[in-house]
Structure formats: structure tokens, C-alpha cells
């Protein structure tokens, strides 16, 4: 499945197949709920997607793509996406799985999005352990085939540490997709690359994503800095041939 941004796919050695569950981790502001509504919605241009937001309220979703120039209006005017707002206050857990199972099974949704774990630990956490039950409702996802989302947030602006989740779910990705912050030439950038593909290849080089008003952009290579993922990268030198 493509993102619609082709150096975006290149980074995903092609896109993220179907079926898969795919987690974007990385700490807030980083780009990782714009980044997971840009596949929902280039795949709601050929099959219905769905997202279930716990945290943010669907206007905002829609007022956040048309400030970045990729207005999804259109698609939830014709019902191909789908935003739901779930209230942590009105669902056990049980109940939104059948929310789930009714937007896969009878409304045919073959892309969902869950926005975000943080959001539904807190919902289902005095449930019993929020980890059960995310485990059940992405088992059931996958195995109706269904490409799955899951926004993961971290607490960390920078580490040296790559824990994917801190609720110990990330065995049940496919795909991890990393955004993260760093610091470098006295400004703020945000780094994205993939840490795992179970299915097919993928590029280990880090890209700089960027969002604006013409939408989500993203670098070439970084092969010029060196020790990104401490949060302060350094720029390679060139020392030119050794004798």
C-alpha cells in the first residue's frame, strides 16, 4: 500500500503491505497522527478506512489536512473515510470491539487507525490490563486481514534509547515506523525511519519529514550526519583518501 509520498515509500521499500499492522512511535508534535491519517487516506481513494481517535476530535483531524494542503473533506463526505471519536467514559472494552467488528464486517472498512494507544490504555485501563486488550483487538484486525494503524507515543523528546512502545506491544507490529526529534545547527528537526518490516525490505537510512502548507515532504538520505538517534547528530567529514 502506498502513501501517496514516493520518497516516503522508498524509505518502506515500496509501502507497507496489506494486512500488516504498522506502529508509528515517536514523541509528541512529531508528525505521527498526520503521518497515519496521509496512508488512511490515499488507501480511502480505493476502499474505505477508518480511524478511531481518543484523543483528538474529528474537526481538528479534518482542519490539521487542509493545513497542510491535503484536505480529506471529500473522502468523508463520500463515507470511503470514516473518523470516529470514542468517549473513554461510555465504552467497555468489549463494547468498542464490537464498534470495530461492525465498522469491519458490515461497513466493509479494510484500513484502520488507532489514535492512540496512550489514549486507550487510559480508557481501558481500570479493565484489567490495557495490554490484553489491544493484543485481542489487533489479532482480530489481522486476522481478517484488515492494514492496521497503531499511534504510539513516547514519553522522551530525545534518548539514546530505541523502545519502540512503553506499554511492551511492539511485538505485535509488522512494521515500526521511529519519528523523533534532534538538534542540529541550533534548530529543531524531526527524523523518520523504519525499524522493522517483517514482509519485504526496507531502507536503514533516516530521512528528514517535513509538513507545510504543500503537504508532507520528505528528504533524501541523511548520509551526511552521523549519531542521529542520540538526539545531537554531527555532520561526516570528509577526510578525503587515506594514503
Excluded at 72 to 98: C, M, Q, W
Excluded at 127 to 151: C, D, E, M, W
Amino acid at each position: 500500500m502506498s502513501s501517496g509520498i514516493p520518497a516516503l515509500d522508498e524509505l518502506l521499500g515500496g509501502g507497507l503491505e496489506s494486512g500488516t499492522t504498522t506502529l508509528l512511535t515517536g514523541p509528541t508534535g512529531a508528525g505521527k497522527s498526520t503521518l497515519g491519517t496521509q496512508f488512511l487516506a490515499h488507501h480511502a481513494r480505493l476502499r474505505k478506512s477508518i480511524i478511531f481517535t481518543f484523543e483528538e476530535a474529528p474537526a481538528f483531524i479534518l482542519a490539521r489536512s487542509r493545513g497542510i494542503g491535503n484536505p480529506v473533506d471529500h473522502l468523508v463526505a463520500s463515507g470511503t473515510l470514516k473518523i470516529v471519536r470514542v468517549n473513554p467514559l461510555e465504552l467497555y472494552p468489549d463494547e468498542f470491539l464490537a464498534v470495530v467488528r461492525h465498522a469491519v464486517e458490515v461497513d466493509g472498512h479494510t484500513m484502520a487507525m488507532i489514535d492512540s494507544l496512550r489514549g486507550y490504555q487510559f480508557a481501558m485501563e481500570e479493565f484489567g490490563k490495557p495490554q490484553a486488550h489491544i493484543h485481542n483487538l489487533v489479532s482480530y484486525l489481522s486476522r481478517l486481514g484488515v492494514s492496521t494503524v497503531l499511534i504510539n507515543e513516547v514519553e522522551h523528546i530525545t534518548s539514546t534509547s530505541l523502545k519502540a512502545t512503553d506499554l511492551g506491544v511492539s511485538h505485535l507490529a509488522d512494521n515500526i515506523v521511529l519519528l523523533r526529534y534532534a538538534e542540529y545547527a541550533g534548530k529543531v528537526i524531526k527524523i523518520v525511519g523504519c525499524l522493522k518490516k517483517r514482509i519485504g525490505n526496507f531502507e536503514p537510512e533516516l530521512r528528514q519529514p517535513r509538513v507545510d502548507a504543500g503537504g508532507i515532504h520528505i528528504s533524501e538520505k541523511l548520509d551526511n550526519l552521523h549519531g542521529i538517534l542520540t538526539g545531537i547528530p554531527a555532520a561526516i567529514k570528509d577526510h578525503g583518501p587515506t594514503a
